[in-house]
C-alpha cells in the first residue's frame, strides 16, 4: 500500500469520524450546579459562592477538545452567609456591581490530560477586563437522569489573581501582612441538562421583526423629509467607506473606561472586526452589538478581536454596555476623525435634525457633545493583520447591517489562508 492510498484511507477515517461525531449542546442545571471561590482572609481560608449564573457546553463528549463554554454570573448575587459583607463586595471596593453587574468566561480551547480530566482555557471578564485563564477539570459522566433526559457533570478549579481585575482593596495587619490574600480560587460543580440548540436568528430577521412592532407607519412628512436629507447627505461625499483590500487608518480612542484601544494594538493578536453604528439611542444598532455578543466566543475562537466605535461620549456607551451586557470594547470617536478616516461621517441636515428632535425625540447633542450633529454611515469591517479590508458591509442605510455570520465566514477564510501559507513556508 502507497503513501497516497494510506493518506486517502486516514482522510476517509477522518471524514466518518466526523459525521458521526455526537454533537450536543447542554444549559446549566443553577438548582444542582455551584460557582464558588476560596480566598485567604488572615490566617485561613474563607468561601463564597454566587447564587444566579447561567451557560451552555457545547461539542461532542467522546472528544472534549470539541467542548466549548459559555457562562455568565450574576457578580452582585454574591453570598458568604453575611449580608454586611456581601453589601461590601458589591461596592467599587470588589466588583462595583452597579457598573460591572455581570462576569463571563467563554472558552477559546481545551486538551485532555489522562482519562477525564484536563484543561479548559478561555477569557474570563470580570469588572470588563479580560484576561485569560485555564480551569483545571474532571468529565464526571453522561446519561439519563430521572426525567427522562440526559445530563453531564463537571468539576473544575482555576486560580486568579484578583488585582489582574482591578480588586485591589486590602488592609495591612501590624506585622506588615495583609488581611485578604490576592490568589482566588474558583471552583465550579457543574451539572448540565441536554438540550436542543436554539436555532439561531439573524440580525436581518431581529431588525425586520423589530420593524414590524413599530406601532405606526410614518406619514408622508417624515418619508419626503427623509428622503430629502439622504439627497444632501449624499451630496456631502465621501462617504462610501473603505473598499476591501484598502488599507485601515490605525487609531487610538477611548473605551467606556477611558482607556485608550488602537487599532494596530489590536491587530498585534489577529486579525479585527471594526463596526461602526450611530449610538445608543439607535434600536437598530442595539440590535447589532446584542448580535455582536452572541457572536463573540465565534470571533474570538477564530482569534480576532471586535471592537465598536461610535461619534458618542464615553458616558453613554456605557450605558449601552450595561443595558445590552456587552463584553467587546466601545469606542467613542468624539471628534469624528476616525469616522472620517474611514469615509464614514456625515452631517446631519437641517430637516433630519427636526425630525430627530420634533418626532423621535432625540437629541444627539444629548450623546455627542454640544454641537455634535454627526453621524456615521452604519459599517462593519474584518481588518486582516497585514492592516487591509478583507470584508464587509457599508450602507446608508441604518437598518442594513453585516451578518455575524458573514463576518465568521470571512474570519474562517483567513484563518484558512493563514493556515495555507504557513504549511508552504514550512515546506520550503
Known amino acids: 500500500m502507497n503513501a497516497k492510498t494510506i493518506l486517502s484511507l486516514l482522510l476517509g477515517l477522518a471524514v466518518a469520524a466526523s459525521v458521526q461525531a455526537e454533537q450536543k449542546y447542554f444549559e446549566i442545571d443553577p438548582v444542582h450546579s455551584s460557582v464558588s471561590f476560596n480566598i485567604r482572609h488572615l490566617y485561613s481560608t474563607f468561601r463564597g459562592r454566587f447564587n444566579s449564573f447561567s451557560g451552555t457546553i457545547e461539542g461532542d463528549l467522546a472528544d472534549p477538545v470539541s467542548l466549548r463554554v459559555s457562562a455568565s454570573v450574576d457578580v452582585g448575587s454574591v453570598d458568604t452567609a453575611n449580608s454586611g ?17 455581570v462576569a463571563t468566561f467563554e472558552s477559546t480551547g ?22 485569560e485563564i485555564v480551569f483545571e477539570g474532571e468529565f464526571l459522566g453522561y446519561g439519563p437522569d430521572h426525567k427522562k433526559g440526559n445530563r453531564a457533570g463537571f468539576h473544575a478549579t482555576a486560580k486568579i489573581d484578583r488585582r489582574d481585575f482591578g480588586v485591589n482593596f486590602n488592609g495591612e495587619l501590624p506585622d506588615g501582612r495583609t488581611m485578604l490574600g490576592n490568589e482566588v480560587e474558583l471552583i465550579l460543580d457543574l451539572e448540565v441538562i441536554q438540550v436542543e440548540k436554539p436555532e439561531a436568528k439573524s440580525l436581518a430577521d431581529s431588525i425586520s421583526e423589530y420593524r414590524g412592532k413599530q406601532s405606526k407607519p410614518r406619514s408622508q412628512d417624515i418619508t419626503d423629509a427623509l428622503a430629502r436629507a439622504a439627497d444632501d447627505i449624499m451630496k456631502q461625499g465621501s462617504i462610501d467607506g473603505l473598499k476591501a483590500g484598502e488599507k485601515a487608518p490605525d487609531f487610538t480612542l477611548p473605551d467606556i473606561n477611558g482607556v485608550n484601544v488602537s487599532l494596530s494594538g489590536a491587530l498585534k493578536n489577529g486579525p479585527v472586526v471594526l463596526a461602526f453604528y450611530r449610538g445608543e439611542w439607535c434600536p437598530f444598532c442595539n440590535l447589532q452589538l446584542r448580535a455582536l455578543e452572541v457572536a463573540y466566543p465565534d470571533i474570538r475562537a477564530l482569534g480576532a478581536s471586535l471592537v465598536a466605535v461610535a461619534p458618542q461620549m464615553e458616558e453613554s456607551a456605557g450605558v449601552q454596555a450595561e443595558d445590552n451586557n456587552l463584553s467587546f470594547p466601545l469606542l467613542s470617536d468624539t471628534t469624528g476623525k476616525t469616522m472620517r478616516d474611514y469615509r464614514l461621517l456625515y452631517q446631519v441636515p ?8 420634533e418626532t423621535y425625540g ?24 497585514d492592516g487591509k479590508v478583507k470584508a464587509g458591509l457599508v450602507d446608508m442605510d441604518y437598518t442594513k447591517r453585516m451578518e455575524p455570520s458573514d463576518i465568521l465566514a470571512a474570519l474562517r477564510s483567513l484563518k484558512q489562508q493563514a493556515g495555507v501559507s504557513s504549511n508552504k513556508t514550512g515546506g520550503q
Open 85 to 101: 459583607r456581601d453589601d461590601h463586595l458589591r461596592t467599587p471596593d470588589f466588583f462595583d456591581v452597579k457598573i460591572f453587574p
Open 110 to 131: 481545551a486538551a485532555v490530560k489522562k482519562g477525564n480530566r484536563g484543561t479548559v482555557t478561555g477569557n474570563l471578564t470580570i469588572r470588563k477586563v479580560t484576561k
Open 350 to 357: 437641517a430637516s433630519l435634525k427636526k425630525v430627530f428632535l
Open 362 to 385: 432625540v437629541d444627539l447633542e444629548k450623546y455627542n457633545g454640544e454641537d455634535r450633529w454627526e453621524l456615521p454611515v452604519t459599517a462593519t469591517f474584518v481588518i486582516g493583520i
